[in-house]
């Protein structure tokens, strides 16, 4: 079974800080890079960064040096700390494997929305 939920998203004021939470199936976690996404109001979806299954990162260009994408593999669960969030930042937050984002396989979604 395949299943993707995002949690944590909310409200916050610019500067502040959140942490999204992405609870994956097994099947969908366990060796594979998993990476977060966003879709802005009228925007394409992006990709916000990545994460191999050893814990390797990467991320845009437009969060790096606030976000930060951790994973637990025993917990199947991969994590986005954002701090110093700006306005720009508000989105839907998905999580998503490569394979599954080009398949267009989406999760619910987090919203976070940020007030200047």
Do not use: H
């Amino acid at each position: 079974q395949v299943q993707l939920v995002e949690s944590g998203g909310g409200l916050v004021q610019a500067g502040g800080s959140l942490r999204l939470s992405c609870a994956a199936s097994r099947s969908i976690f366990r060796t594979n890079t998993m990476a977060w996404y966003r879709q802005a109001p009228g925007e394409q979806r992006e990709l916000v960064g990545t994460i191999t299954s050893d814990g390797s990162t990467n991320y845009a260009d437009s969060v790096k040096g606030r976000f930060t994408i951790s994973r637990d593999n025993a917990k199947n669960t991969m994590y986005l700390q954002m701090n110093s969030l700006k306005p720009e930042d508000t989105a839907v937050y998905y999580c998503n494997t490569p394979f599954l984002a080009q398949r267009n396989y989406w999760g619910q979604g987090t919203q976070v929305t940020v007030s200047s």
